[in-house]
C-alpha cells in the first residue's frame, strides 16, 4: 500500500432543484430551440444559470451577442433558417431598452420573436434599485407595448407558465411578431417543480383555412378575364409551389416586391421584375398595360416601399388582394375583391379550378419578357448590363453585386443590409432561386440587421453557404458582432460596400436637391480591422482582384472573412422613386 497517497473525495452527480427559469428553458426545448440569443447581466442570471445546465444536458443553449440589439438580430436570422421561433434575453434596464431596435424590426418584419427581460426583484420596486424598469421606474413593459403582439410582467411565479404560453402563442399569431414577457430574478430563481402539460406543435399551427366563398368569386373573375397579372409579396413563400404551377397554368406575367423576390424564379419567362424601391421599369410598364385585364396580389403587405409609395399603377380597381393577414388588408381599400385564409390552400383550390377549366378548353394570354435568353438584357438598359460587366477601376457596385449573384453557390444565403446594399441587390442580383434564401429586412430599415441575422441563420445551419453584404455605415454600427462568428468558428463572408460615405444620404441629397451634409466617412481598411479580431480579411481595390477572388473557397472555412471591396463612390444607386417619394409634399394615401 502507497503511503502519503491523498484520498479523494466521493463525486456524486449535482442535483439542483429545478426553477421557474428551467421551466422556461424546458418549454423552448420541447418547441424544437436549440438557441437562446442575448447578453449577460446581474437580473437575468437566473435564465443564464438554468441555460447552462441545459448545455450540460444537450438542451438549449445560451450565445452571448455583443449587444442586445445584435443579438435580436442574431434571433431573427435563426428564425429565417429554422422556422423555430426567434428567442433572445436581456437583463433589466439598459439591457432590455438595447433589445427595442432589434424587437421593432421583427414586428415590422413578421418574425416570430419571445423576448425575455428581467426586472430586479420584486422587493426593489419602487425603490430605485439600479437598472430598475418597472412601471415606476423606466417602464420597460410599457415600452415593449408598442413594438410587440404582447407585452406582460410577471408578478406572482404562479403567473408565469400561463403568461409565457401566452407569450408563445401571440408571437405566432397571424401576423407573426414580438411578444415580451419580463420577469423579476426573484421569480425567475423561485423553485418549482417542471410538469408542463404542452403539445409543441399547436403553438406553431399554420391552420389550413380559407375562405371558400371568397374563392368562388375569385373563381368567377379568372373565368371572366383573359390576361392575369401578379404581383408576389414577402408572405407568399409557405405556397410558391402552388402559386408557380398557378402562373404556369394561367401565362399569368408576375413581378414581385422588394421582399418577395426571395420566393421566384428570377430567370422564369414570366417574371417581369421588381415592383417599388429600387425596382425595374419592366415591372412599371406591365402594370401599365392596357392589356391586363386582373392584377393578383398575394401574400403582400403592400407598404410604401414595395409600392412606390401606394402607386396606383398596381392599387386599383383590378386588384384581387389575397392574404393570410386580415391586418394587410387595410392598405388595399380599393382592390375589388379581398380573399382571406392559407395561401397554400387558397392557391391549391385555384389550380384544381384551373386545372378542370383547362379541360374545357379555356386559355388566358400570356405576356412573356422579351430576351429571355439573358436576363440582364431584358431587365435592365443597355447602359447598366454594360456597368454589370466593366472592369474598371474602382469597381463598380453593379459589377460587385453582378459578380456574387453569377459566382455565389446556388443554395447561398444571401443578407442585405440597409442603405445602397438594398438597392444595388434589388436591381442586379437576378438569381433562379426560389427557396427563400435571398434575405432582406425592409420593414423597419435598421442599418447592421444583416450582420446580426446571418450570424443567427449560421449558428442554425453552419454548413450552409451564408454571405452577407453590407454598406461601410451599416457595418461601422454593427462591427463588433462578427467577433461571434469568428467565437464559433461559422464561415459567414462579409462583403463590405466600401466608399468612405453614408451613400443612400449622400446620393439622396443629391437627388432631391438636399444639403450635401452628414454622409462623409472616414476611409478605414476594413480587411486590416478584421485580421485583428481573428477573422479572414482581404482588400479588393480593382476589378482583376475581384475576378481572381474564390468566394467559394472562403465559404468552406472554419472562420468567418470580410470582403472590403473599394466601389466607385460616384455610381448612383437606383433610388430615384424613394427620393420622389421623400419630397412629395401632398399627403399619400393608399391608391393615391
Known amino acids: ?59 438549449p443553449q445560451l450565445v452571448v451577442a455583443r449587444h442586445e440589439c445584435g443579438a435580436a438580430f442574431m434571433a431573427d436570422g435563426y428564425y429565417r433558417e429554422t422556422g423555430k421561433m426567434a428567442v433572445v434575453c436581456a437583463t433589466t434596464g439598459p439591457g432590455a431598452t438595447n433589445l427595442i431596435t432589434g424587437v421593432s424590426s421583427a414586428i415590422s418584419d413578421e418574425i416570430p420573436m419571445l423576448v425575455i427581460t428581467a426586472q430586479t426583484p420584486l422587493p426593489k420596486f419602487g425603490r430605485r434599485a439600479l437598472q430598475e424598469s418597472s412601471c415606476t421606474a423606466i417602464d420597460t413593459v410599457g415600452l415593449f407595448r408598442h413594438c410587440t403582439r404582447y407585452s406582460t410582467l410577471v408578478s406572482h411565479q404562479e403567473q408565469l407558465e400561463s403568461k409565457l404560453v401566452s407569450s408563445i402563442m401571440s408571437a405566432h399569431r397571424i401576423p407573426n411578431g414580438p411578444a415580451h414577457i419580463s420577469i423579476p430574478s426573484d421569480i425567475l430563481r423561485s423553485k418549482t417543480q417542471i410538469k408542463p402539460h404542452i403539445h409543441s406543435d399547436l403553438f406553431v399551427h399554420d391552420f389550413y383555412v380559407s375562405d371558400d366563398l371568397a374563392i368562388k368569386q375569385l373563381c368567377v373573375k379568372l ?33 414581385t416586391g422588394p421582399v418577395g423576390k426571395s420566393w421566384v424564379d428570377e430567370m422564369h419567362p414570366q417574371y417581369h421584375g421588381v415592383y417599388g424601391f429600387a425596382g425595374h421599369e419592366s415591372a412599371k410598364q406591365l402594370f401599365r398595360s392596357e392589356k391586363i385585364d386582373l392584377i393578383l396580389a398575394v401574400g403582400a403587405t403592400l407598404s410604401e416601399i414595395g409600392t412606390s409609395g401606394w402607386n396606383d399603377e398596381l392599387l386599383n380597381t383590378k386588384l384581387v388582394h389575397i392574404d393570410a393577414s386580415v391586418e394587410h388588408f387595410t392598405r388595399s381599400p380599393m382592390a375589388n375583391l379581398h380573399v382571406f385564409g392559407n395561401l397554400k390552400a387558397i392557391f391549391s383550390q385555384l389550380v384544381k379550378n384551373v386545372r378542370e377549366a383547362r379541360k374545357w378548353g379555356r386559355k388566358w394570354n400570356a405576356l412573356p419578357m422579351k430576351g429571355i435568353a439573358n436576363r440582364l438584357n431584358s431587365l435592365l438598359p443597355i447602359e447598366d448590363v454594360k456597368k454589370c460587366f466593366s472592369h474598371s477601376t474602382p469597381v463598380k457596385p453593379q459589377r460587385l453585386v453582378s459578380y456574387l449573384a453569377l459566382n455565389l453557390p446556388e443554395d447561398t444565403r444571401f443578407f442585405i443590409d440597409a442603405g445602397n446594399a438594398w438597392a444595388w441587390a434589388t436591381h442586379y442580383f437576378i438569381r433562379s432561386n426560389d427557396q427563400g434564401y435571398y434575405r432582406i429586412a425592409m420593414g423597419y ?56 460615405a453614408l451613400g443612400m444620404v449622400k446620393h439622396g441629397q443629391r437627388l432631391g436637391g438636399q444639403e450635401s451634409i452628414g454622409w462623409e466617412l472616414n476611409k478605414i481598411n476594413y ?66
Open 1 to 59: 500500500m502507497h503511503e502519503n497517497v491523498p484520498v479523494l473525495p466521493l463525486v456524486r452527480p449535482e442535483v439542483v432543484e429545478a426553477t421557474y427559469a428551467d421551466m422556461i428553458v424546458e418549454y423552448l426545448k420541447r418547441l424544437g430551440i436549440k438557441y437562446v440569443f442575448g447578453v449577460p447581466g446581474g437580473a437575468i442570471e437566473p435564465l443564464l444559470n438554468a441555460l447552462a445546465r441545459s448545455e450540460r444536458n444537450g438542451g
Open 223 to 255: 373565368g371572366k378575364v383573359d390576361t392575369i397579372a401578379m404581383y408576389i409579396g414577402s408572405g407568399a413563400g409557405k405556397a410558391i409551389k402552388e402559386i408557380r404551377e398557378f402562373i404556369d397554368l394561367t401565362g399569368a406575367a408576375f413581378v
Open 445 to 500: 430599415g435598421s442599418m447592421g440587421w444583416s450582420i446580426g441575422a446571418s450570424i443567427g441563420s449560421a449558428m442554425g445551419n453552419p454548413s450552409a453557404p451564408t454571405v452577407c453584404l453590407v454598406g461601410d455605415g451599416s457595418y461601422l454600427m454593427s462591427a463588433q458582432e462578427i467577433t461571434v462568428a469568428a467565437q464559433y468558428s461559422l464561415p459567414v463572408v462579409f462583403v463590405v460596400i466600401n466608399d468612405a
Open 527 to 592: 480587411a486590416a480591422m478584421a485580421e485583428s479580431m481573428g477573422v479572414t480579411g482581404i482588400r479588393i481595390e480593382s476589378t482583376e482582384e475581384l475576378l481572381n477572388l474564390n468566394i467559394k473557397q472562403l465559404l468552406k472555412k472554419n472562420r468567418p472573412a470580410i470582403i472590403d471591396v473599394c466601389v466607385d463612390p460616384e455610381e448612383v444607386p437606383p433610388m430615384g422613386d424613394r427620393i420622389k417619394g421623400l419630397a412629395d409634399n401632398e399627403s399619400a394615401t393608399p391608391g393615391g
